[in-house]
């Protein structure tokens, strides 16, 4: 019986942000799917922990996670710790890159630390991905450009030779990709949470939902902005920011510069409480749903940059769960998806008046409105975890990967991991400025 443990780099219960939502998900699939498997998903939260059918649900903290892995075959996480290498010989290491975490780290970087402080920690977390990418037997991410940078990292770091592409030429084996999928729940309104009952927010308005926090990526100006114009024409269009605070990253992505700038600029058009609401806090995975489904329009505005280029955004997977049709901007393969597959309108980067143009033309072009929900409907079945985690199913199931042998990477490993500690090291003792 092979047994497999799911390390979640987030909270998995009530409120969850994209790392638990993906792990939570993942055990769930893997149990169905690989029946004769044990799968373990070990949580960082004490409380709140979810009940998963065919699904053992543990907590790790500190010296623990030592045993967890002792006891299991595959571990599946986005971050492998140095002592994990006690153990690379036996185990199977699947690293789950979902995000392009370094130009994010940079992004993060932008506004929250300067100088030599951001030059320091930018290269501990590049040592911490060399690392990583060193451990792993298998690679997945979540989509064709990441696979792409995944593969140019995994070259310069000399884990592609000739024996590994001699094995497979594709290396499907060795890196594959595992999108975000879409919640498999029925489309099913459980109770009213906007319309009539949202302070300011009435039966017959037109919700827009912005699906998730603010963070150093995302440009909600233009599309508060494009509000105001609109709520000098009519007084029906009301836009809800969903989240704000993440429940399991709130050391970097709480209530930073991109929201507080959001969030003052709403007061000053004088759109706050008035046509623009904010959920402060995170609102409950489950309870998502009944916003989603009470909405009439998604949005999602940011930067044209390389953070977008190689961005998944998974936000907008429940935007196509619940059919509604999505204004987002250019630049990044779901934007590339919407606009090829007619599931909304994709705007240029601060184009205001074509944020204000497409919201008239959802709202007002019914026949476009139905064709955009048609073809959400079309595309779901592509969309599902369970579709979405094939590639990951096969890995875990045949453990047949072409990646460099183990023993041709013990002494890049061990290389890797003192540069990430010297790296850390400089990091702690540099202070900020």
């Given at each position: ?31 169905k799917?690989?029946?004769n498997a ?20 543990v ?29 690379f ?14 130009i994010e780290?940079?992004?993060l ?104 926090g ?94 977008t280029r ?36 994709v ?15 959802l ?46 990477r ?14 850390r ?9």
């Amino acid at each position: 019986m092979t047994r497999i443990l799911i390390l979640a780099r987030g909270v998995v219960g009530k409120y969850m942000s994209s790392p638990g939502i993906r792990a939570y998900y993942m055990a769930q699939v893997l149990a169905k799917e690989l029946p004769n498997a044990q799968v373990t998903l070990a949580v960082t939260n004490k409380e709140d922990q979810p009940k998963l059918q065919g699904v053992k649900v543990v907590r790790y903290s500190g010296i623990s996670v030592f045993k967890l892995i002792a006891q299991n075959d595959i571990i599946i996480s986005s971050a492998f710790m140095p002592h994990f290498a006690f153990f690379f010989r036996e185990k199977q290491f699947v690293a789950d890159m979902f995000s392009q975490y370094f130009i994010e780290w940079m992004e993060l970087t932008r506004s929250e630390s300067r100088g030599i402080k951001q030059v320091v920690w930018m290269n501990m977390n590049r040592t911490y991905l060399n690392m990583q990418l060193t451990m792993a037997d298998y690679v997945i991410c979540a989509n064709e450009r990441q696979r792409d940078t995944y593969i140019g990292s995994l070259s310069a770091l000399g884990l592609i030779d000739p024996d590994a592409y001699e094995a497979d030429d594709t290396l499907r084996r060795y890196i594959d990709v595992v999108p975000h999928g879409i919640r498999p729940d029925e489309i099913k309104h459980k109770k009213k949470v906007l319309k009539g009952v949202y302070a300011g927010i009435n039966e017959g308005d037109k919700v827009m939902l912005w699906n998730g926090g603010t963070v150093a990526w995302y440009d909600p100006e233009p599309f508060l902005r494009a509000l105001h114009i609109l709520s000098k024409e009519r007084d029906d269009i009301k836009a809800v920011f969903l989240g704000t605070f993440y429940p399991d990253l709130s050391a970097f992505l709480g209530y930073g510069s991109r929201f507080q700038t959001a969030f003052q600029l709403a007061k000053d058009l004088g759109l706050y409480q008035k046509s623009v609401f904010f959920e402060f806090g995170w609102v409950p995975h489950a309870e998502v749903t009944d916003y989603l489904i009470e909405s009439d329009l998604g949005i999602c505005t940011y930067f044209d940059n390389l953070e977008t280029r190689y961005s998944h955004r998974t936000r907008f997977v429940d935007i196509f769960w619940a059919e509604k049709p999505l204004i987002c901007t250019r630049g990044d393969v779901l934007a590339e998806m919407v606009e090829e597959r007619g599931l909304g309108i994709v705007v240029e980067e601060g184009d205001t008046e074509g944020i204000a143009d497409a919201i008239r033309r959802l709202l007002d072009d019914k026949e476009f409105y139905t064709q955009c929900q048609e073809n959400l409907r079309a595309i779901k079945p592509e969309l599902t975890w369970n579709v979405a985690l094939q590639p990951l199913v096969r890995f875990c199931r045949d453990q047949d990967s072409s990646a460099v042998a183990k023993s041709g990477r013990i002494l890049p490993l061990m290389r890797r991991i003192l540069e990430y500690l010297i790296a850390r090291t400089r990091d702690r003792l540099t202070p900020i400025r």
